[in-house]
């Protein structure tokens, strides 16, 4: 477990959730503005691209809403346009950009509801690290792979673009 602050883990979410967008345009350039893509699964028992874009949004987006003390609120899984997409990531690094927590809050022992009647009580640190980052980073995945499946020309470059700033000339 990575010791984490609440202005590193906004940092990490915004910038994998700029990868996320990046891996969009590429798919919205390479089919010529179909969205139909949005539809598509790697197997016919898991998820569309579109909720995969959701369910991705969904991690940062809770944990911003847990850093203001508020309840969880998953985004609508049905994704059917590129807009409503980006309008996710959008509005999810808007409230990223908007945490005002210490870090502190990471200590604090929350309930997660899952399903079935189950819950999970974690500390912040924990519900990060083996929670939202394991989730988050699921999706984010799937729904590459389901745009390299689909055809999109992208590679591992594109999805580690956060390293981008630390690139140096040799």
């Known amino acids: 477990m990575q010791n984490r602050t609440i202005d590193s883990i906004q940092t990490l979410f915004q910038s994998r959730l700029t990868t996320l ?3 969009l345009k590429a798919a919205q350039t390479h089919f010529s503005g179909s969205e139909a893509f949005l539809q598509k699964r790697i197997a016919a028992d898991m998820l569309p691209c579109g909720t995969q874009i959701a ?3 969904n991690q940062p987006r809770n944990f911003a809403l847990w850093c203001d003390g508020k309840p969880m609120d998953n985004l609508d899984p049905e994704v059917k346009s590129l ?3 980006y309008e ?3 509005n999810t ?3 990223l950009s908007e945490i005002n927590a210490e870090d502190a809050k990471l200590a604090d022992v929350t309930r997660i509801d899952l399903a079935q009647n189950l819950y999970a009580e974690l500390s912040g640190s924990r519900y990060v690290d083996d929670f939202l980052m394991p989730n988050f980073y699921f999706h984010l995945v799937t729904a ?3 745009l390299r499946m689909a055809g999109v020309p992208i590679g591992k470059k594109d999805y580690m ?3 981008v700033p630390f690139l ?3």
């Open 21 to 23: 967008e990046q891996l």
């Open 55 to 57: 369910f991705t949004c």
């Open 83 to 85: 807009a409503q997409a």
């Open 88 to 90: 996710h990531i959008s």
């Open 93 to 95: 690094k808007e409230l």
């Open 144 to 146: 590459y792979d389901i």
């Open 161 to 163: 673009m956060h390293l």
């Open 168 to 170: 140096r000339q040799t």
